[in-house]
């Protein structure tokens, strides 16, 4: 073997080397907290916090993590902050990601019970392969997506789709954007149509609601139970510089 594929070789296996350390300093303690891996891009960060809210409003008693700086979120953090999550009974942890912490495996050896993907009409579906190498129990994806088709064939046991696409299994019938706010009215993979309203008022906090209802359906949650999360959610104030 070349000095080059060594090279190589070993930038293929330290992620999993790392995931593995990690796996036996912290434990497994996914195996008792459910991971819910949302990977976005920033228009539709919103998912995380409404899934939180349909989550705390369903006395799943959530926990969630969300990178804020620049660089990508660091695994150690990740493995940590679910560790934690375990210590303080939470049933799932929500973990907000972007492209570019998939990118760097920041989320090697991670088993999620649940992703979901929406924001990424240009990126490969073999981004996602090594993040979804132990087969999520359920993955939720943007059926308006022009990359839908072959996202589509990611392994899950569960998969259910949302947006504004006729065969969206959640799909966006209607909306209205007003100026504290916004309303839309979606059919559920059951036929059973509901409203839900957001404090946000833009096309993406539509997008955004359309997802976390398609992972709280997919999860067994109630409609009248997501219609409250929904409600409860307060956006966050933007911070003084």
């Not at 930038?11 to 497994?28: D, V």
């Not at 228009?43 to 993590?65: Q, T, Y």
């Not at 990611?154 to 706010?181: C, F, N």
């Amino acid at each position: 073997m070349s000095e080059v594929t060594k090279q190589e070789s070993k930038k293929q296996t330290y992620p999993e080397m790392r995931a593995k350390f990690l796996s036996f300093y912290y434990g497994h303690p996914e195996k008792n907290v459910k991971p819910i891996v949302v990977v976005s891009d920033k228009k539709h960060a919103p998912i995380s916090d409404f899934l939180f809210e349909i989550l705390k409003v369903a006395d799943k008693n959530p926990a969630i993590l969300e990178n804020k700086s620049a660089s990508p979120i660091s695994a150690r953090k990740v493995h940590k902050t679910l560790s934690k999550a375990w210590q303080n009974e939470n049933s799932f942890l929500i973990i907000r990601v972007d492209l570019d912490d998939v990118i760097s495996n920041s989320l090697a050896g991670l088993n999620p019970h649940m992703v979901i993907l929406t924001g990424f009409d240009s990126a490969h579906p073999d981004i996602f392969r090594g993040l979804l190498k132990s087969a999520p129990k359920c993955l939720v994806l943007d059926r308006d997506s022009a990359n839908f088709s072959t996202i589509e064939t990611l392994p899950a046991d569960k998969k259910t789709s949302h947006g504004h696409h006729h065969d969206a299994k959640t799909k966006i019938e209607s909306h209205k954007l007003y100026k504290k706010g916004s309303e839309a009215n979606l059919k559920l993979p059951s036929s059973e149509k509901i409203t839900v309203a957001s404090f946000l008022a833009n096309e993406d906090s539509i997008k955004s609601m359309s997802a976390a209802v398609a992972a709280a359906d997919l999860l067994g949650i109630t409609s009248d139970i997501i219609i409250d999360g929904l409600a409860s959610y307060e956006p966050k104030k933007p911070t003084s510089a």
